[in-house]
């Protein structure tokens, strides 16, 4: 009898280019293709697409690839509206997907989240809560320079790619007003001939451009970030000077024009620095904080714990309904803007600390005494084990944790109910349409 022969077909090797069949989405919003039994993560292609990728990592079970060509699109696919010379924007990866379908996505990786990640079970999960609007709802944007045939640009990077950028002259991503102030600042570093910062060349001044928005007091502050250099005065407001090759925005900023921002969110007034976190969506941010509150169910007399406050919103949106509210934030200019924000709004019961929580709780706890509520909204890593066993030590009958990553909320809330809390109820929160980006509250009681 003959031997079966096995044709192992040969692994696909980095560079390569495949045609794949998108069939799903992975967590953090790629789409999943099989090749030869070989899952492929595939960027810029939704599920029903057959694409031409090419593999940008091969490993042993898994690949991942960027699609280079939408050979057969989804029939479920709507046209995208955001594009910059011709190309969909890369801010909105999703544009493709009919925002209903957007919405379901967002709820089943979080669902899966939970259910997988965290082996949790018994909460009841909400109907997603929509954005408030699906298009200009970003109140910031950061914009890149570059060289784009032989001149300036001011836009994103090309999907993909660290060295080229698409001039953009609407982003549906940004107010009317944001990419008439983009635009205004192109033209003048093209009237004055100032070039683009070359990361590989170490050469050039423009590195880039953040617009931040007021969406409720239409006060716009522009943000110029580049080399070390002499030039004409910007028009933008903050000029901040970061060197040598690396990327980022973090450098000594000096004021030019206004150096706080307003905004105005929950009927309440807020100063923002320019270092410190503002939630981008400022209209939906509303809703989430509406969210929150119901989750946090005060009747007045309670203690509460934010912790990770930024510059106070949530917790100067609970004050009114609470007790006594208490803020720990990392960035010290955020808690100065949080002090100042409880003042200009006439709140006296909300005092702000500027610590580590990891390193601010313990203390916090031994001032106050327990709480009854803790509300968490860390960054995308989540909560550590040592800050979750500060959580735990704070013995707060609910906890309300927003979180803006499904991966890093599922084992916090795994390790909180080992500490005999149970998750009750979970509502997404759409803050990021045209993206995979997840928000979402959770409620955990004990
Ligand atoms: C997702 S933002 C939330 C801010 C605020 N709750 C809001 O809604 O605008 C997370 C905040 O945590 C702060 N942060 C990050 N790590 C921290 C730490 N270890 N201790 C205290 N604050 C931290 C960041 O500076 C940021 O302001």
Same mark, same amino acid.
């Given at each position: ?53 090419? $593999?940008?990592? +091969?490993? @042993? ?5 960027? #699609?280079?060509?939408?050979?057969? &699109?989804?029939? /479920? %696919? ?98 009317? $007003?944001?990419? +008439?102030? @983009? ?5 003048? #570093?093209?009237?004055?001939?100032? &070039?683009?910062? /070359? %990361? ?120 009114? %309904? ?125």
């Amino acid at each position: 009898m003959a031997t079966p022969t096995t044709h192992r077909v040969p692994r696909p090797r980095h560079g390569d280019e495949l045609v794949l069949q998108v069939d799903s989405i992975a967590q953090g919003g790629r789409g999943v293709a099989r090749a030869n039994g070989y899952v492929v993560f595939v960027s810029g292609a939704l599920p029903g697409d057959r694409v031409r990728a090419r $593999l940008t990592k +091969a490993k @042993r079970d898994f690949a991942e690839a960027q #699609a280079v060509e939408l050979i057969d &699109p989804s029939p /479920d %696919r709507v046209p995208d509206r955001c594009l910059h010379g011709g190309e969909p924007c890369p801010g909105a990866p999703w544009q493709g997907l009919p925002y209903r379908r957007q919405l379901d996505e967002k709820t089943k990786q979080i669902e899966e989240a939970l259910r997988r990640l965290g082996k949790l079970d018994g909460f009841e999960l909400e109907p997603a809560e929509p954005a408030a609007q699906e298009w200009r709802y970003r109140n910031k944007l950061e914009y890149s320079f570059g060289e784009h045939d032989g001149h300036l640009a001011l836009g994103f990077h090309r999907r993909g790619s660290w060295t080229e950028v698409i001039d953009v002259e609407d982003c549906l991503l940004a107010s009317e $007003l944001n990419n +008439a102030v @983009r635009n205004k600042v192109r033209e003048w #570093a093209q009237r004055e001939g100032i &070039p683009a910062y /070359d %990361r590989r060349q170490q050469a050039g001044v423009l590195r880039n451009l953040v617009v931040r928005e007021g969406r409720r007091t239409a006060q716009v502050q522009t943000r110029l970030v580049t080399a070390p250099a002499s030039f004409a005065k910007p028009p933008v407001d903050l000029h901040t000077v970061v060197e040598g090759p690396g990327g980022g925005t973090d450098g000594p900023t000096g004021v030019l024009g206004e150096e706080f921002l307003a905004e105005e969110l929950a009927q309440l007034e807020f100063r923002v620095s320019p270092t410190a976190f503002f939630q981008t969506n400022t209209e939906t941010a509303e809703r989430l904080y509406e969210i929150a509150a119901g989750y946090a169910e005060l009747s007045g007399r309670e203690r509460v714990f934010d912790l990770y406050c930024g510059i106070g919103t949530i917790g100067l949106a609970l004050a009114r %309904r609470a007790g006594e509210v208490w803020g720990i934030e990392t960035v010290s200019e955020a808690v100065a803007d949080a002090e100042e924000n409880a003042r200009r709004n006439g709140i006296a019961n909300a005092r702000f600390i500027a610590a580590d929580v990891r390193l601010g709780v313990r203390p916090l706890l031994e001032r106050t005494g327990r709480p009854d509520v803790v509300v968490v909204d860390p960054p995308r890593a989540g909560l550590s084990k040592q800050v979750v066993r500060r959580v735990i030590e704070c013995g707060a009958p609910r906890i309300v944790y927003v979180s803006c990553n499904p991966t890093t909320l599922a084992p916090n809330a795994s390790q909180l109910t080992e500490a005999g809390y149970r998750l009750q109820r979970v509502r997404p929160v759409d803050m990021f349409p045209q993206t995979p980006h997840i928000e979402c509250v959770a409620l955990l009681e004990k």
